[in-house]
T-cell receptor, first 116, second 111 residues
Framework: GAVVSQHPSWVICKSGTSVKIECRSL??????MFWYRQFPKQSLMLMAT?????????EQGVEKDKFLINHASLTLSTLTVTSAHPEDSSFYIC????????????FGPGTRLLVL | QKEVEQNSGPLSVPEGAIASLNCTYS??????FFWYRQYSGKSPELIMF????GDKEDGRFTAQLNKASQYVSLLIRDSQPSDSATYLC???????????FGSGTKLNVKP
């Protein structure tokens, strides 16, 4: 149980384009989803927290107009990187938590974004 | 700023030994404590969590929590080369739906 999927697992795009990443909880309802970014050899950096049906809460320094997060249902959240630039190249990982059922969050497999 | 501190390592142990990973945290309001394992190029996977003082065992893994001293540790018994990974400590504050991660400790288990 507690499986989280992400799609795509890899994406390469040209600078200036937008990229959408999907995060799905497959066997539980995710009342909260988190989006993280991780640069090589660095730790996870929380970008934002989203609760189903509410606007996402962004961490300090994360541009909400650049990283659009939608959590429209209890099983799906999306992160759209708008007007991507090479510095946005990173490993993006989502996680999901059912606050009614347990303590922990479960991570998706991650999405590697390369912006050329 | 809530801080979670881990020694970056690498921590090297021989196969079959006990690996001891430590984590300290700054916020006394922290309620729940988690250990994740992250293989290179992969996302973190949950090993176990603990929220009561003392020890919690799950197979070869034991989490130890001392709230008075604000540290949590993870012991890995009979370490295997497949345990070689980065281990992330995370804490969650009571009443808040947010997790704070340490920077991770890299563990190398040598055959």
């Amino acid at each position: 149980g507690a499986v989280v999927s992400q799609h795509p697992s890899w994406v390469i795009c040209k600078s200036g384009t937008s990229v959408k990443i999907e995060c799905r909880s497959l066997d539980f309802q995710a009342t909260t989803m988190f989006w993280y970014r991780q640069f090589p050899k660095q730790s996870l950096m929380l970008m934002a927290t989203s609760n189903e049906g509410s606007k996402a809460t962004y961490e300090q320094g994360v541009e909400k107009d650049k990283f659009l997060i939608n959590h429209a249902s209890l099983t799906l959240s999306t992160l759209t990187v708008t007007s991507a630039h090479p510095e946005d190249s990173s490993f993006y990982i989502c996680s999901a938590r059912d606050t009614n059922m347990g303590e922990t969050q479960y991570f998706g497999p991650g999405t590697r974004l390369l912006v050329l | 700023q809530k801080e979670v501190e881990q020694n970056s390592g690498p921590l090297s142990v021989p196969e079959g030994a006990i690996a001891s990973l430590n984590c300290t945290y700054s916020d006394r309001g922290s309620q729940s404590f988690f250990w994740y394992r992250q293989y290179s190029g992969k996302s973190p996977e949950l090993i176990m969590f603990i929220y009561s003082n003392g020890d919690k065992e799950d197979g070869r893994f034991t989490a130890q929590l001392n709230k008075a001293s604000q540290y949590v540790s993870l012991l890995i018994r009979d370490s295997q080369p497949s345990d070689s990974a980065t281990y992330l400590c995370a804490v969650r504050e009571y009443g808040f739906n947010k997790f704070y991660f340490g920077s991770g400790t890299k563990l190398n288990v040598k055959p």
